[in-house]
């Protein structure tokens, strides 16, 4: 089950983060999942961040068509930047889903967008060793009054997805391949 928690030292989303930025942390143990411990962390971020979860995915839906007509980026238009590059040779630049890799490492991957209203940063921190876990963390800089209204709006919902994406991910089998 996940738990909210602390950005771990090691992340180098520390290095993106300023104290007036929003930034959440939520975790998951790994233990019993030897799979989800040692795949690539590409293919971890994707495993997680492909979840079909059924009221999510309403969400964002209902999302896009609300900020369509503001001139925010949906999921639609971010997808068409995939790439058929297989998910575990994926560098900065390409796409997980509708998250662009910022940077990636053995045990953590930065994915995000740059936004009008505000940037944000997902890292996907993974913890090797006798008590294994994933940090799933985001940091959203808002540039406007909108982006502030926009995350006070969204927040509730994103938490929920935030847990729930963490904790399927555990409880689900692996359909990514390298």
Known sequence: M????????ESVLHTYYSPRDY???FSVSLEGRPDLQEVD???LADHMLMADIGWMNALLSLRDKVVKPLGLK????????????????????????FFRIFRVSDNE?????????????LSLFRRQGDRPRVYASTC????????HAYLALILPFHKKIAS????????QKMTSAA
Request: glycine share 8%; with cysteine; proline share 4%.
């Open 2 to 9: 996940s738990v909210s928690d602390t950005l771990p030292n």
């Open 23 to 25: 930034l959440d942390v």
């Open 41 to 43: 962390i590409r293919v």
């Open 74 to 97: 949906t999921t639609d238009d971010l997808a068409l930047e995939q790439s058929d590059t297989p998910v575990g040779e994926r560098q900065p630049g390409d796409r997980i889903g």
């Open 109 to 121: 991957i930065i994915l995000g967008e740059d936004d009008w209203h505000q940037d944000f940063r």
């Open 140 to 147: 959203c800089k808002r540039h406007n009054l909108f982006g």
């Open 164 to 171: 729930t994406v963490l904790d399927n991910a555990v409880a």
